[in-house]
C-alpha cells in the first residue's frame, strides 16, 4: 500500500532542511518547542521527576504510574533521536501513552546525549538505571516481575544492547525487549540492505541523512562494528529475552530491524516481527493517533502480557 495519506500531507508540507552543518542545539530546540504543555497530556494516576543515582552517575528518570494499585510491572524506556536529539519531554506524550496502554510502570531514561557525552555515556546510563529499577523494587511499586526494556530508533538500539549486556553480565530480570523502528546497524553502507534503496527518499527519515545524523555518536568513540552499538552485528543472540520489534513500510530501517527478528528466532529466542504497512520511520511517536496505526500499543500491550 502506499504511504498513508495523512502522513504524505505532512511530509509535503515541510520546508527543505536548511544547508550547512548540523546545529545539534538549534535541532534540539526545535523538537522542544513542539512539546505540548502538561494540561494537554494524556493525564495519569502520577508522573514524578527523579534523579536515579546509579553506577553511572546520576541520570534524570520520569516515572509514569498508571493506576493507583501498589504493584506494577516496570517498562524502562530509551528514546530516540539519533543519539544526539530527544529528551524525557520530547517522547513525553509517547511514554504516557505506554503506562496508560500497557498498565505498566513506565520509567524514560534522560541519557547522556553525543556529542557533548562520548561513547558509552549514554548507553552506560540506560543500562545503570535498568540495574536502578531492579535495586529500587518497592520503591517503584514494581511487582518483581516483569521488566521490560524498549526504545524507538536509536532508542531501539540501547535497548538490545542493554538487553544482551545485561544476558553478558549475569543480570537475568529483563523479562522482554520491545523494538520500535531500531536503528541496529551503524554501517551506512547504502547497498547493505534493500529498503535503504527502496525508502531512500521521500519518507522522512531519508538514507542520505543516516550518516551526517548520527555522524556526533560516531564520532564520539562509537564502532559500527562493535556489537553495542550495532547490536545486528552480535555473533551469538542466543538467551537474550523475548522481543517485540516493529517496523515500518516506508523506512530506510526496515530491513535491518526484521532481519535481526529473523536472527533471534535462528538461535532460539521468540520474536514477534509486526511490519506496519503504509507507515514511515517515527510513526509510533508521531502518528500513532492515525486509525491503521493506534493498536501500536495494545500489541505492545499483547507481546508484554503474553510472555
Known amino acids: 500500500m502506499p504511504l498513508h495519506p495523512e502522513i504524505a500531507g505532512f511530509l509535503a508540507g515541510l520546508p527543505a532542511p536548511p544547508g550547512g552543518p548540523l546545529d545539534p542545539a538549534a535541532l534540539r530546540a526545535a523538537d522542544e518547542a513542539r512539546v505540548l504543555p502538561t494540561e494537554q497530556r494524556l493525564p495519569l494516576h502520577a508522573v514524578a521527576d527523579v534523579t536515579a543515582r546509579t553506577d553511572s552517575g546520576e541520570v534524570p528518570v520520569r516515572v509514569y504510574t498508571p493506576t493507583a494499585a501498589a504493584r506494577h510491572g516496570v517498562l524502562v524506556y530509551f528514546h530516540g533521536g539519533a543519539f544526539f536529539l530527544g529528551s524525557l519531554e520530547t517522547h513525553d506524550h509517547l511514554a504516557r501513552s505506554l503506562a496508560k496502554e500497557t498498565g505498566l510502570t513506565v520509567v524514560s531514561v534522560g541519557y547522556r546525549l ?11 546510563d540506560c543500562h545503570a538505571v535498568v540495574r536502578w529499577v531492579a535495586r529500587q523494587g518497592d520503591g517503584l511499586g514494581w511487582d518483581g516481575g516483569l521488566l521490560a526494556v524498549a526504545g524507538d530508533s536509536s532508542g531501539g538500539a540501547f535497548a538490545a544492547a542493554v538487553a544482551a549486556r545485561a544476558h553478558d553480565e549475569g543480570f537475568d530480570r529483563i523479562t522482554h525487549q520491545v523494538l520500535y523502528y531500531p536503528s541496529l546497524d551503524l554501517d551506512f553502507d547504502p547497498d547493505r540492505y534493500p529498503s535503504l534503496r527502496e525508502n531512500a527518499v521521500g519518507y522522512g ?73 503504509g507507515a514511515n520511520h517515527g510513526f509510533v511517536q508521531h502518528f500513532s493517533r492515525i486509525a491503521e496505526f493506534s493498536d501500536v500499543f495494545a500489541v505492545t500491550r499483547a507481546f508484554l502480557r503474553g510472555h
Open 114 to 124: 553525543a556529542p557533548e557525552a562520548a561513547f558509552p555515556a549514554g548507553l552506560d
Open 205 to 277: 527519515l531519508e538514507t542520505a541523512g543516516l550518516r551526517p545524523f548520527n555522524a556526533f555518536y560516531l564520532d564520539s568513540g562509537a564502532d559500527p562494528a562493535d556489537p553495542r552499538v550495532s547490536p545486528i552485528r552480535r555473533p551469538d543472540l542466543g538467551g537474550l529475552p523475548p522481543a517485540l520489534i516493529v517496523t515500518a513500510e516506508f523506512d530506510p530501517l526496515r530491513d535491518e530491524g526484521e532481519l535481526y527478528g529473523r536472527r533471534l528466532q535462528e538461535a532460539g529466542v521468540e520474536a514477534t516481527v509486526r511490519r506496519y504497512r
